[in-house]
């Protein structure tokens, strides 16, 4: 069974900061893939990054980047030089080989303080 | 141009009442998705269609039933709604490629539905 899990309900950092917002998986699936998607106070799902399981060099995406542990089923989201407009949701999500689904981690709940 | 559009955006009905939310994406893929989120904001899958063929339907109770007339579209239907349905309803699509990145999921901009 897939099983995704993010253990911080909730996050804050100061505004310019860095801040790791944690992810861990598990599947029995030799393919998969990882995703992370924001979730502001609007309401839409938006997506900013992607790791393949067999990508050998870290994802980056603007100040996005995804610290990929394989061996210990870690996908950790870095966000470097938070903004205001980074406060939302942050889901990590996984996608499996053996068909078209995503199971989705419980959601991190991240304020950015002026 | 919407992706996935997803109509109503609110819904506030009574319970008992039967209720449906559509859902259709211009994108051409061929795998969507209904999820439910909850007040707790955790996703949760319901039904999953590739090809307007039915491939994943967790444990939903079965006053919920998804319709899918053609590739494009998926449709929610609720029957004698209660009042935990209430809760954020998104349709997805996503396009199965092999190609990992661009396998990812788009999503509507959800259905607010407030059973009373």
């Known amino acids: 069974a897939q099983k995704i899990t993010q253990t911080q309900p909730g996050m804050f950092v100061q505004e310019k900061e860095a801040v790791t917002l944690d992810c861990t998986y598990d599947?029995?699936?030799?393919?998969?893939?990882l995703f992370w998607y924001k979730q502001p106070s609007s309401g839409e799902m938006i997506f900013l990054i992607y790791?393949?399981?067999?990508?050998?060099q870290n994802a980056t995406e603007g100040r996005y980047s995804l610290n990929f542990q394989k061996a210990r089923k870690s996908a950790n989201l870095v966000i470097s030089a938070s903004q205001l407009g980074d406060s939302a949701m942050y889901f990590c999500?996984?996608?499996?080989?053996?068909?078209?689904?995503?199971?989705f981690g419980t959601g991190t709940s991240l304020t950015v303080i002026p | 141009d919407t992706a996935v559009s997803q109509t109503p955006k609110y819904l506030v009905t009574q319970m008992g009442n039967d209720k449906s939310i559509k859902c259709e994406q211009n994108?051409?893929?061929?795998?969507m998705y209904w999820y439910k989120q909850d007040s707790k904001k955790f996703l949760k899958i319901m039904f999953s269609?590739?090809?307007?063929?039915?491939?994943i339907n967790e444990t939903v109770p079965n006053r919920f039933s998804p319709k899918s007339p053609d590739k494009a579209h998926l449709n929610l239907h609720i029957n004698s709604l209660e009042l935990g349905d209430s809760a954020v309803y998104f349709c997805?699509?996503?396009?199965?490629?092999?190609?990992?990145?661009?396998?990812?999921?788009?999503f509507g901009s959800g259905t607010q539905l407030s059973v009373l």
């Open positions: 997805a699509s996503s396009l199965w490629t092999g190609r990992g990145k661009d396998e990812k999921l788009f």
């Open positions: 599947t029995s699936d030799p393919s998969y893939g």
């Open positions: 790791q393949g399981s067999y990508d050998q």
């Open positions: 999500a996984m996608s499996a080989n053996t068909g078209n689904q995503f199971y």
């Open positions: 994108l051409g893929h061929d795998t």
């Open positions: 269609y590739n090809n307007k063929e039915l491939i």
